[in-house]
């Protein structure tokens, strides 16, 4: 059972910043890319930012600049540091990870539950 974890979802005004975290945890044997999704009332899910097991980036252009994801490999965590918040922000944010499980042979999707991030203007 791989479980993802977030957390620091919240409201915070125009200009702002917050920090969302996710930390994976269970019988995890690697995992390989992760990312946070966002998902805006009445709009389809798109992906935010994603982060490579080397540490590679890349970002949907309407968060570059502003927004930075990390991952620590050690604690299996990924985070989104977000800065300058927009109300076109606001969304739940969700992270996903490929991983792979202790004795698997393959790897597997899993995500987490989902932060509300609300910017007010």
């Known amino acids: 059972q791989v479980q993802l974890v977030e957390s620091g979802g919240g409201l915070v005004q125009a200009g702002g910043s917050l920090r969302l975290s996710c930390a994976a945890s269970?019988?995890?044997?690697?995992?390989?890319?992760m990312g946070w999704y966002r998902q805006a009332p009445g709009k389809q899910r798109e992906l935010v930012a994603v982060?490579?097991?080397?540490?590679?980036?890349n970002y949907a252009d309407s968060v570059k600049g502003r927004f930075t994801i990390s991952r620590d490999n050690a604690k299996n965590t990924v985070n989104l540091q977000m800065n300058s918040l927009k109300p076109e922000d606001t969304a739940v944010y969700s992270c996903?990870?490929?991983?792979?499980?202790?004795?698997?042979?393959?790897?597997?999707?899993?995500w987490g539950q989902g932060t509300l991030v609300t910017v007010s203007s």
């Open positions: 982060i490579g097991s080397g540490g590679r980036t």
């Open positions: 996903k990870a490929m991983v792979l499980r202790m004795g698997g042979v393959r790897y597997l999707e899993v």
């Open positions: 269970g019988s995890i044997m690697s995992i390989n890319d």
